[in-house]
């Protein structure tokens, strides 16, 4: 539950192609803060800003059928960020959260819940029936976040991933997209 004053503390909006710089900053940090002995500390700390940042602009200056991305932002900048769209795995009417992150710093004022309700609000109006969000297995944080929202957990599988190795993820899913929408 969002602590007394946070509405007024920070915004969500839909983000655009001029975000994509704060976006970027907010991804790599997020990724070092999140993934720091989940990943490899090698490829955390080559990650480049400017490269997310042109990443970012071209999926925001040309948006794919049905993606949403949403940014929540304090007087200070970016903290988080929500991408969306189409499932992965094509199942009709399925939507997926790609990724969602919010600073460390800004963890525990119900910000991440808000971006993902935000997405699954704009998922579902462009005709999503269901979602799902995939996770790191090892990230427990996460697990725990997207299982307290009501989301059940699919069986491991085995992705490829950052640093040239193989991860084992889970699937978050919601079967009725409307009990993220309210």
């Known amino acids: 539950m969002p602590r007394p004053g946070v509405e007024a503390r920070y915004v969500i909006f839909p983000a655009g192609p001029a975000d994509a710089e704060a976006l970027a900053r907010t991804h790599v940090l997020s990724w ?3 993934y720091r002995g989940l ?3 090698g490829y955390l700390a ?6 997310h940042a042109r990443r970012f602009g071209r ?4 948006p794919g059928p049905d993606e949403v991305t ?3 932002a304090d007087r200070t900048g970016v903290v988080g960020y929500a991408q969306g769209g189409p499932s992965r795995r094509r199942v009709a009417g399925e939507a997926e959260v ?3 992150y919010v600073l460390r710093a800004a963890q525990g004022f119900g910000l991440g819940r808000r971006l993902l309700t935000g997405a699954a609000r704009a998922l579902a109006a462009q ?4 979602l799902v969000v995939s996770v790191l297995a090892a990230n427990a944080p996460a697990r725990r976040f997207y299982e307290h929202l009501g989301g059940a957990a699919e069986a491991p599988r085995i992705e490829p991933g950052p640093g040239g190795r193989s991860y084992e993820e889970v699937a978050y899913r919601w079967a009725d997209i409307a009990t993220l929408t309210g």
């Open 98 to 100: 790609a990724t969602l």
């Open 39 to 41: 990943l490899p500390d």
């Open 32 to 34: 070092r803060e999140t």
């Open 46 to 51: 080559r990650m480049s800003e400017e490269l």
């Open 127 to 130: 005709g999503a029936g269901s």
């Open 70 to 72: 949403l940014a929540v």
């Open 59 to 62: 999926a925001l200056l040309h």
